[in-house]
């Protein structure tokens, strides 16, 4: 497999950790970004260098032009640039529409959504250059179906799939591929809060009865980045161990 520099955006912990991981042992070069915890993002790439590969760990808040060019600056700078780019970086801010305030709905469509357009943007210029890319965006099953308490973050993950298949017709012909993963419920920090009743009420509508974990996510991103995925584009491949929507 052929050695690629792969940027994933909040790498620091969870989901994005685990693909950090995954694609630093397929061979690939990684920038781990993170916007707060910066010990965290180092540990991954003290990890990934400890078992012989590559990576860099770069701060930047994704949510904001100057943030993402920084970002692109830096892995370029340290790595090359950018040829498979994971947009994982994500936050909620979860409460009932009648409740939520203008500052949640715009925090959570910058992160989850406005960086997606960002970092796609300027990764795809080196990307028509070398006629090679992978764009895989983290969506979520509340962007298919909806959840109550979740306006906001469903907007931006329905967003997401939109955007995919939307990039996906504009970059084909260029050998680049765009496609979503959309998890179900993954334990990780993002989860860590719903209660016991929340947690078993969730299990009761997942076939495998169970959360799943950021390596099981991680593998389906390291499938789309991979050379065997290179006929599939414009798909959102949900991994929710059949919660079902
Ligand atoms: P997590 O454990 O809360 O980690 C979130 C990551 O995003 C952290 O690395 C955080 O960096 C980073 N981040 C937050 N705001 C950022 C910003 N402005 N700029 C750059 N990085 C930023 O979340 P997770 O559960 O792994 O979620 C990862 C992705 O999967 C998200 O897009 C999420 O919506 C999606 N997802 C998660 C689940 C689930 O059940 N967990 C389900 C479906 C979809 P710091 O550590 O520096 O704060």
């Known amino acids: 497999m052929s050695s690629r520099v792969?940027?994933?955006?909040?790498a620091s912990r969870g989901i994005?950790?685990?693909a950090a991981l995954h694609l630093a042992d397929d061979g690939h070069r990684v920038a781990v970004n993170f916007v707060r915890a910066k010990d965290e993002a180092e540990s991954v790439v003290d990890a990934i260098q400890a078992s012989g590969g590559e990576a860099v760990a770069i701060g930047a808040d994704v949510g904001t032009e100057a943030g993402v060019a920084e970002l692109f600056g830096g892995v370029e700078e340290s790595l090359g640039p950018v040829e498979i780019l994971v947009n994982n970086a994500g936050v909620v801010r979860d409460n009932l529409l009648l409740r939520m305030t203008t500052e949640d709905w715009d925090d959570v469509l910058a992160v989850n959504l406005r960086s997606v357009f960002l970092c796609t943007k300027i990764a795809l210029r080196a990307m028509i250059r070398a006629r090679w890319g992978r764009v895989i965006s983290i969506t979520s099953v509340s962007g298919l179906s909806g959840n109550?308490?979740?306006a906001n973050y469903?907007?931006?993950?329905a967003g997401i799939v939109g955007f995919?298949?939307?990039v996906s017709k504009e970059v084909g012909s260029r050998g680049i591929t765009v496609n979503a993963v959309a998890p179900g419920?993954?334990?990780t920090d993002m989860t860590d809060d719903i209660d016991e009743a929340g947690r078993e009420?969730?299990?009761?509508r997942i076939t495998l009865g169970r959360?799943?974990?950021?390596e099981e996510i991680s593998a389906a991103v390291g499938y789309l980045a991979s050379e065997q995925a290179a006929y599939v584009t414009g798909q959102v491949l949900v991994v929710d161990g059949g919660l079902g929507i």
């Open 148 to 150: 109550p308490g979740q």
């Open 6 to 10: 792969a940027l994933v955006t909040g």
């Open 211 to 214: 959360f799943g974990t950021p």
């Open 185 to 187: 419920f993954v334990e």
């Open 16 to 18: 994005g950790r685990a």
């Open 164 to 166: 995919t298949k939307s």
């Open 154 to 157: 469903a907007a931006a993950k």
């Open 201 to 204: 009420l969730a299990k009761s």
